[in-house]
């Protein structure tokens, strides 16, 4: 028997070490439920979660979209210093940024190449490279 959505997410938070609390479960239902990725911005998922009739501030968004980062199990992909997209695949991959609908997209990993990074400064690491092209829509 297939598993629901509910299972699904209820699994996900328990996997990561999260309490599946009702607020947790109903996010991550909307976020993994259907098995397939995608990025999210807090608002977006506020909507959606509005939509569902169920009752989640955008406070308890926020906070539990940092919680589930903090656990591994989201990325959050920054666009313009100020705009946050979280993505539900955290494996290393580009993104494309589309201007035009203030959207991000999976870029395909295979075709990007970076053949050197410049050292850190002394006393720090590299943690992470973050890849976001931004596109535009060409004008006919």
Same mark, same amino acid.
Request: aromatic share 6%; with cysteine; charged share 25%.
């Given at each position: ?43 977006s998922l506020f909507e959606s979660c509005k939509d569902t009739g169920s009752s989640v ?18 990325q959050e992909i920054t666009v313009d210093g100020s705009k946050s997209y979280f993505d ?14 203030? !959207? %991000?997209? *999976? /870029? =395909? ?6 053949? !050197? %990074?410049? *050292? /850190? =400064? ?19």
């Amino acid at each position: 028997m297939k598993p629901d959505s509910q299972e699904i997410a209820t699994n996900w938070l328990v996997d990561a070490g999260l309490r599946p609390t009702r607020q947790r479960v109903a996010l991550a239902e909307l976020l993994v439920g259907d098995g397939n990725h995608r990025h999210v911005t807090a608002e977006s998922l506020f909507e959606s979660c509005k939509d569902t009739g169920s009752s989640v501030s955008l406070a308890t968004v926020y906070n539990t979209l940092r919680a589930f980062c903090e656990a591994g199990v989201l990325q959050e992909i920054t666009v313009d210093g100020s705009k946050s997209y979280f993505d539900t695949n955290t494996h290393d991959h580009p993104h494309f940024f589309w201007e035009d609908e203030s !959207r %991000l997209s *999976d /870029a =395909p990993s295979e075709q990007l190449v970076i053949q !050197r %990074l410049p *050292d /850190a =400064p002394a006393g720090a690491e590299i943690a992470s490279v973050d890849v976001v092209i931004r596109l535009r829509r060409k004008s006919s």
